[in-house]
């Protein structure tokens, strides 16, 4: 799974990273995963130096101070959490209409669809989850720096439930 997250959040895409990891954020606030979605916060205000900013996405992703591009990948996203066959032809038209590519597109449908995978996982492992805000600012700074293996011989940092 840490081999597949760092493809998907870290390997060079159009996307930013700080973008994959507020979708990320945002799929996981909508599947109530506190653990994913706080994780993934983190990251993104790593990147974007910005709590308020992320905060804001994850909340209410069309008032945020985001470009049209983003948050018509959000929508999208969004959809793609309540099921496949949700999304609709102006889902993907309004993204394209705001920008996207196929490409991002294509990866917003797969960071989405994937992270409805990994909240079930840790949520149905009923994952031990921190409380305090400063953990998880930690580990987002590794991230960040290192990928989600971490540093050469650094321990997992799965969640244990």
Known sequence: MTALT??????????????????????SA????VF???S???????????????????QDPER???SDKLKALLALAARVQ?????????????A????????????????????????RYVDGLAAWTPEDPEGYRQRARLVAEHGYAGPPGAPSQTPRG
């Not at 998907?8 to 990320?24: D, F, K, T, W, Y």
């Not at 991002?104 to 409805?116: G, K, N, P, R, S």
Request: aromatic share 4%.
């Open 64 to 66: 945020a101070a985001v």
């Open 82 to 94: 309540q099921g496949g066959l949700a999304v609709r032809h102006e889902d993907v038209g309004r």
């Open 36 to 38: 994913c979605r706080e």
């Open 96 to 119: 394209r209409g705001a920008g996207a590519t196929d490409l991002e597109i294509h990866d917003t449908v797969l960071i989405a669809a994937t992270f409805c995978m990994f909240n």
């Open 40 to 58: 993934h916060a983190a990251i993104a205000a790593c990147y974007l130096q910005d709590e308020a900013l992320v905060a804001q996405v994850v």
């Open 30 to 33: 909508r599947n109530g995963c």
């Open 6 to 27: 760092d493809v998907l959040m870290r390997a060079p895409n159009s996307l930013g990273q700080a973008e994959r990891e507020l979708i990320a954020a945002s799929v």
